[in-house]
Every structure is written in structure tokens, then in C-alpha cells.
């Protein structure tokens, strides 16, 4: 930018000399003067290029400047649209062919492929994949309101290292009696909007909302599980809706409201934003006040916070609680002093933020009908190193649950191994009766449940021996050092468990892309795009 400004500089300079000469006439005072404002104009327009004096330049999330889709749109010109629909095509190209699929991963039929994924589970879900809750005479009768909080970089290593001193909880670490904290999680993914459509789907594939399928409606969407009870159905965050092209993903999934950070702004006008949208404070304020609303029908709604992520900016009204490393934890920090300490900070905002919400519902009429649950949507990376024996710990998260004490389970065991693909079988079994939806995994609170594992990313499963992971295409077992389940010691990978992972992996893997692209192929062929759906 310095060089081109430079040039450009250069090259007026030049060019207004030249002319001069050519003019034959004195310089006038005027002339300098108009000469020095052309030259601060030059600053400006490539500021105005940028668009932002901030960490980001403009991208297409902030097209999404009011609630109006159509206004929206006219922040596009013809020649950007084309580039930008162009090199998403390219990134994000998905194939949804299911026979090469399952050759690929040793498989004939989806019905060879269910079988192996079942043996020893019984008949958990039938050939579409599909599963039901029990039938509950009292849920039939009293349908829980449900809030689902994908929290930004919440960090199951954070809440272990939380002390008075480094304070990483802040008002959280008083909340955690009142709920039901899962110790040993795993996130679907690494990166934000993969957990995203994780959660929203359940797919291995990503990114879908940038591809061309972006407008498929998934028959795993778990939003329907509650559109067939009659709930209200939102979806919810304090960034832009357009990030990811995330809005014309989600309106496809069977939401009845969508909104982001102008949303709350509409609302809220003194809410406070940063580089990626509006603080979690003020999202949970509006989920508060739909809540509130009186619409004669419960409701399920799906948040997604930003504050926890880089710059690590917190509102100006918040006051950290004190927050001081010992010389043991600075040795084992990878960024700057600065930087850890504004991660800090932010991942103790969050957090406070969620108690803040919980406890505002658990102390009103809401607290007796509405079940919230809190998850990270992947484990901060950014500020420690970790070691191979640390691999879960790298990936882990927290599940947080408060649970009205009528909708309470009967069993609980804080240390069982659990991931994200768990946590809305959970939620559908403890909110409604009789209710289809797509198998993605196991109800958490069930006590006799025959084998438990977690997955991250589709390439590291552990369960109560230990972990496998395929890094560079080679598998790695190992199993823990103790009960504790957070160091990691190398094993053999051609042991009789090892195998039994790798493969169970496998075949959970391609049992949930096979269902994804089932659907991706329905609606082409609805559409009449058969040579696609073939292809």
C-alpha cells in the first residue's frame, strides 16, 4: 500500500509538473494550494479502499449494513459479486458422490456401512438414519423452552487453570454448582464456522454455506425436531448474519427468525461492537428479551458469541476481575505477555457474560422451563503450545447444561468422554416426546449406553482407553497415563483397540457424509440439476 501510494504520489507530481510547463504561466498561490489538498486526498482514498482504519479491511460480512435483505444486496458490484461467487466455488467444492464415498472408505452398501458402525449398539437408527425420543407424558404436556450457546474459543484448559489470582471464569466459576459440567468434551471442529455446520447438520463436509449446495435443506437440521413440536425457531448472533454467507445457509434449515449484530443494534443502539460485531453481552440481552416474548409457543434458540476472538477487545463498561500469571505459566506461553493477557481477559468476559444470562433466567419465571446448554466452539490454540501426550487436552472443551429441576436426569457422570455430536441427542431427549431426528450420536445423561467415544475433525476419536489420530495419513494410538484424562502416552496402533477405533472412526465418518450428500443429491434432482446429482 506504502509502494502504490508512493507511485502514485510520484507519479501526480510528475505529471502536474509537466503540465505546468506546458501552460507557459506563472504559478499562482491557488495552484500550491490545490496542488497540497490533491495530495492529502490521496491518504484518504485508499483509506476509503480499505475501508476501515481497524485490523480488517471491508468484506462481505459487512455488506450486511441493515436488517433489509435488499438493501444488503446493493452493497455488491457486478465485477466483485462474480469474483467472490468464483473463488468460493474453488475453495469450498464439495463432491456429493455416495458410491465413491464408500469405496473410498472400504464399504459396498449404506447398509454394509450401518452395520458395521452398529455392531454391538444395537438397532440405534433405522437405514435413513433416523431415531425417536421416548415417549414423555409430562414433556408432551410441558415443552421446555431450549438455548443453545456456541461460545467462541471456550476453553476446557482455561477452567482448569482458573485460580482467584488467574481469574479465566470470572462470574462463572459461581454458576458452575447450579450446572451440569461435562469434563471430558471434544469439539466437532478447530475453526468456527466448520463447529457451525457441525452443530446446525451434522456434517463432515465444510464449508457448505460457501459452496454451491448452500441453499440445501438437511433433513438433519436440528432445528426440525422442534419445528415439528410447534417451538418457535431462531438463530441468533452479535456478528454480521452474512459471515460465511451463513443467512441464506440457515433460512434454508427451517428457522423462523434470523438475526445479527444489526438486529441488536436495532434494539439496543448503545450496544457496543468491536472488529467482529456486537459484545456477548448484548446478544444474550435479546435472547433474554425474545424469551420474554409472549408468543404462546416455546422456543428453541441457537446463539453463536464472538467476543472471545482476536483483537480480544472487551466493552469498555466491563471490569476484569484481576487476572496475573505466575513465572511457571509465562514459560509456557507462545505469544507475548500482551496478547495472553488480552485472551484473558476475553475468555473471562464470555464467561461472565454466559453466567450473567444463566443466572437472570435461573432467578425468574423462565428458570423453571428453559434449559440451557454452553459449549466452546473449538479450544484456543493461539496462546499455549501443546505437546503430543496433550492432544485432547488441545482439543477440548467444556459442555455446560442448567436444567430445570422437573426436566433433571436420573443419571449423571461428569468424566464420561463426550463431543459435540452428543450434545443435541441429549437436548432432544431431555426436551421432547416422541420427537424424529437424525442420529449424529449418544444421549449423554443415558446410564447403560454401550460404548461412548468423542471425535474432532473427523481424525482424532477417544474414548475411556484413549486416542487415535491420523496425522499424515499415518494412524497414532495412545492411551492415558490415568484417570484423569489428560496426558496421553504412545501405544501400539495394530492393537486389537486401536483397529477397533480407527474403524469405528471410519465408518461414523462416512455413515454421516453419505447422509449429507443424500440430501445435497434430493434436492438437485428436485431442482432438475440431474447430470449435477449423477456427476
Known sequence: IILIYTAAIILFLVLNKKVKKRLFLPVK???KLLTLVLLLVFPLFFIGMRGSLGEFTLRREHTNVTTNEFVNSLCYNALYSLKFANSERKENEIRPDIEQELAENGFT??????????????????????TKTPHNEFLENNPPNVVFLQMESMSNHYFELNTKELNLLGDLAEELPHLYYFKNGLSAYNGTIQTLENFLVGTPKTIISQSIYFDTPFSSSIALPFKDKEYKVSFMTGASISWRNIDNFIKNQGYDEIGGGNLIKEKFPDAEEFAWGVHDGYLFDYILYLLKQDNNKPQFIFGLTISNHTPFEVPNHYKPYPIR???????????DEKTAYANFASHQYAASQLAQFIKDIRN?????????????????????????????????????????????????????????KDIFPTIFNLSLSDAQYTYTGDDMFKKDQPYRFAINDYDFIADSVGVLSIENNKPYYYTWKDNNKRQLKVNNNQSEHAIYMQEKMKAY????????????QKHLLKKGVKHIANK
Not at 500469571?325 to 505469544?335: F, G, S, T
Not at 499455549?384 to 433433571?408: A, D, N, T, W
Not at 465418518?509 to 445435497?520: E, K, L, R, V
Open 29 to 31: 498561490r491557488e495552484n
Open 109 to 130: 452398501t449404506t447398509s454394509d456401512l450401518q452395520a458395521v458402525y452398529k455392531k454391538g449398539l444395537g438397532n440405534i437408527f433405522d437405514e435413513n438414519l433416523k
Open 325 to 335: 500469571m505466575n513465572n511457571e505459566l509465562k514459560d509456557k506461553i507462545r505469544v
Open 364 to 420: 425468574s419465571p423462565l428458570g423453571e422451563n428453559t434449559i440451557i446448554v454452553a459449549s466452546g466452539d473449538h479450544n484456543i490454540r493461539q496462546v499455549f503450545e501443546y505437546e503430543p501426550e496433550e492432544g485432547f487436552l488441545k482439543r477440548s472443551v467444556p459442555v455446560l447444561m442448567y436444567i430445570p429441576e422437573k426436566y433433571k436426569p436420573k443419571y449423571y457422570n461428569d468424566q464420561i468422554i463426550v463431543s459435540h
Open 509 to 520: 465418518t462416512t455413515m454421516q457424509t453419505a447422509n449429507i450428500y443424500s440430501d445435497i
